[in-house]
């Protein structure tokens, strides 16, 4: 008889991983950090504007690459939509 279990990442009620895609989320972290250190792109402005909000400026990265994801997603709908 085997003893069958679940890896520690793995979230029983969904099966999903609580680390996601760590390509992915790489390659939106140098987005966003891409972004940041432009001075003139919307990403900056939006970083700016963030933090004299006053959110923190871990808080002001994790909203721009959250817009950032939020983007490629509505454009692999788009495109599988073709």
């Known amino acids: ?8 990442y793995v979230i029983p009620v969904t ?17 966003a950090i891409s972004q940041l250190r432009q001075p003139h792109s919307d990403g900056r402005a939006d970083f ?3 933090v004299n909000e ?6 002001a990265i994790r909203a721009l690459k959250r817009h950032i994801s939020n983007a ?3 454009r692999l709908v788009a495109d599988a939509r073709r």
């Open 1 to 8: 008889m085997k003893s069958v279990t679940a890896p520690r």
């Open 15 to 31: 099966g999903l991983s609580n680390r996601g895609n760590r390509r992915l989320n790489h390659a939106i972290h140098m987005a």
């Open 48 to 50: 700016e504007r963030r």
């Open 54 to 59: 006053g959110k923190t400026t871990k808080e």
């Open 72 to 74: 490629v997603y509505q």
